[in-house]
Nanobody, 115 residues
Framework: QVSLAESGGGLVQAGGSLSLSCVAS????????LGWYRQAPGEERVLVAE???????NYANSVKGRFTISHDNTKKTVSLQMNNLKPEDTGVYYC?????????WGQGTPVTVSS
């Protein structure tokens, strides 16, 4: 029922910053967590960052200290601030909402970090 729309991806040089945003078509209910995943070409989609309804956050080791996930109090948006980007951060970033009984994925926004 709900749809997620990502934006903010693009081409940046190593060391630069990007801010990704994900906006839901409606306020999210029965939500367990919101997350950002990355999928590089030919690779498996992996978790980059997540925030649970409790406010607890979890980050992949490779992005700790560089990325910050946040959401608004309406649970309608989730953002990912990415600083000091590295070429290995390149990939398509997907927004994900985990509900109690189901989940929902965004369409993805591509991020390319040049060396």
């Amino acid at each position: 029922q709900v749809s997620l729309a990502e934006s903010g991806g693009g081409l940046v040089q190593a060391g630069g910053s990007l801010s990704l945003s994900c906006v839901a078509s409606r306020n999210l209910f029965s939500l367990n967590s919101l997350g950002w995943y990355r999928q590089a070409p030919g690779e498996e989609r992996v978790l980059v960052a997540e925030v649970r309804i409790s406010g607890r956050t979890n980050y992949a080791n490779s992005v700790k200290g560089r990325f910050t996930i946040s959401h608004d109090n309406t649970k309608k948006t989730v953002s990912l601030q990415m600083n000091n980007l590295k070429p290995e951060d390149t990939g398509v970033y997907y927004c994900h909402a985990q509900f109690i009984q189901t989940d929902c994925w965004g369409q993805g926004t591509p991020v390319t970090v040049s060396s």
